[in-house]
């Protein structure tokens, strides 16, 4: 408010705090709030997405720093700032947050878990930032989380909040090449096609789907019990023993594939990645599984929007953590029309 006297500018903060949603809205969309600096290194971006998340619990994006032309989608829809989680958003992040910094690219990732209508979620937010100013945002957001997976979620693995150390790091665009192989080594049901490390694993929606010993239920029951202990014995295995058994098969295509986020300093890979299900009939084969010869995975079309996060020091990926929600086949991931 420069060039307001001090009567003034109080006369304006309490109009604004009085003003309720819908002056907030304006302000909003006119990209009134102080912008972050043009330099915006980590501490000042993992601060600006803690402002967001502190407006989501407030339900108010009043001074925040958002361009005039800001993109906001939540889970793949394109809605208004104020609606979706801005509702219903109760409490923030507690002991689960993880932050994915990329200067580079002038975009940070907050993954996590915080309280919608006083229910646990697990939470991705995409924010990228252009002089300034937040011009995306996008929201991941799992809403079901499962009784198996609830223990998962009270804190994120270390590795993932830990920097690696300056000898192990992966130059940029392998950690890039690395992340889009896991994707081809699903598409081709080949683990030797991603640098899996040996102590590799996978947690999705909150759930541990690899080195599960000794086995136990897979997240998603598959109708018989001589399937669910076949999908059982599968979960116990590694990232790339898994893959190379064709469980994934009835994922028939990964794109579009969004690789937005390189944090070299903590070693991790974020993208964002619409897994699609093309449909089948009868049994899917499997390989290399003890008693096991196939499995009742063909099920009707369905297109999933993930967000992937890797863990990658010395050129290994070392953890995967995946969140992300079904829709309909084709579905689009909101953000193919804006160089995403």
Request: glycine share 10%; charged share 20%.
């Amino acid at each position: 408010m420069q060039g307001l006297g001090w009567a003034a500018a109080a006369l304006a903060a309490l109009a604004l705090a009085t003003a309720g949603p819908a002056m907030a809205e304006v302000q909003a969309a006119s990209g009134s709030g102080p912008p972050a600096p043009t330099h915006c290194p980590r501490a000042c971006m993992i601060g600006v997405m803690d402002q967001y998340i502190d407006a989501l619990v407030r339900h108010d994006p009043s001074g925040l720093p958002l361009s005039k032309g800001v993109r906001f989608t939540e889970n793949t829809e394109e809605i208004r700032i104020g609606e979706g989680l801005w509702i219903g958003a109760s409490k923030g992040p507690t002991t689960f947050k993880v932050y994915a910094v990329d200067p580079a690219s002038s975009q940070v990732v907050f993954y996590g878990v915080m309280e919608e209508r006083g229910k646990p979620i697990q939470i991705a937010i995409r924010l990228k930032l252009i002089n300034g100013r937040i011009t995306e945002i996008e929201h991941i957001i799992n809403r079901s989380i499962s009784p198996a997976a609830a223990p998962n979620v009270i804190a994120p693995r270390a590795a993932l909040v830990t920097d690696v150390p300056a000898a192990e790091r992966t130059p940029r665009d392998e950690m890039i090449d690395d992340a889009d192989d896991y994707f081809e080594a699903i598409e081709h049901e080949d683990g030797s096609r991603a640098p899996f490390a040996p102590d590799c694993d996978r947690r999705e929606n909150g759930s541990k789907t690899t080195n599960n010993n000794p086995p136990v239920p897979w997240p998603v029951p598959l109708g018989s019990p001589e399937a669910n202990r076949g999908m059982a014995l599968i979960g116990s295995m590694g990232c790339a023993q898994q893959l190379d058994t064709g469980v994934m098969a009835f994922i028939t295509r990964l794109w579009p594939r969004r690789i937005d986020v390189i944090d070299e300093q903590k070693g991790l890979v974020v993208t964002f990645v619409m897994f699609n299900h093309r449909g089948g009939t009868g049994e899917l084969p499997i390989r290399g599984v003890p008693g096991v010869t196939s499995l009742p995975l063909g099920g009707g079309s369905s297109s999933m929007q993930m967000m992937e996060m890797f863990k990658i020091r010395g050129g290994q990926i070392h953890e995967v953590e995946a969140i992300g929600f079904a829709l309909p086949y084709g579905a689009k991931s909101g953000w193919e029309a804006y160089g995403q």
